[in-house]
């Protein structure tokens, strides 16, 4: 099992950048998959980036592609996700995920498969 706690969220000028970070706990943090969602009041929890347990296997929403890099961490058992170019539609609750292992034919982007979630931090942007 893994907790985890998002941290970096904050006030930001739009055009301007922000990192998050997602500290986990327990062991083989490297086997964990991670991702970044996201969730705007009132709409559904939306998928932003996921990273394989290596690192070697990334993947972005299309609405972030060029402005947000996710890495990883997994001696010190964090995961990243560098905002760049940052608009008034980034503005969000983001929050961290987590499922172990492997699991092939899946869309990484679906929401049920992850079974570790944080708290959240909140990104604001201002126009």
């Known amino acids: 099992q893994v907790q985890l706690v998002e941290s970096g969220g904050g006030l930001v000028q739009a055009g301007g950048s922000l990192r998050l970070s997602c500290a986990a706990s327990?062991?083989?943090?490297?086997?964990?998959?991670m991702g970044w969602f996201r969730q705007a009041p009132g709409k559904e929890r939306e998928f932003v980036a996921a990273?394989?347990?290596?690192?070697?296997?990334?993947y972005y929403d299309d609405s972030v592609k060029g402005r947000f890099t996710i890495s990883r961490d997994n001696v010190k058992k964090t995961v990243y996700l560098q905002m760049s170019s940052l608009k008034p539609e980034d503005a969000d609750a983001y929050y961290c995920?987590?499922?172990?292992?492997?699991?092939?034919?899946?869309?990484?982007?679906?929401?049920?498969?992850?079974?570790?979630w944080g708290q959240g931090t909140q990104v604001t942007v201002s126009s």
């Open positions: 327990g062991r083989t943090f490297s086997a964990y998959f």
């Open positions: 995920a987590a499922y172990f292992g492997q699991r092939a034919g899946v869309r990484t982007s679906d929401i049920a498969l992850y079974d570790y």
């Open positions: 990273s394989s347990g290596t690192g070697g296997s990334i």
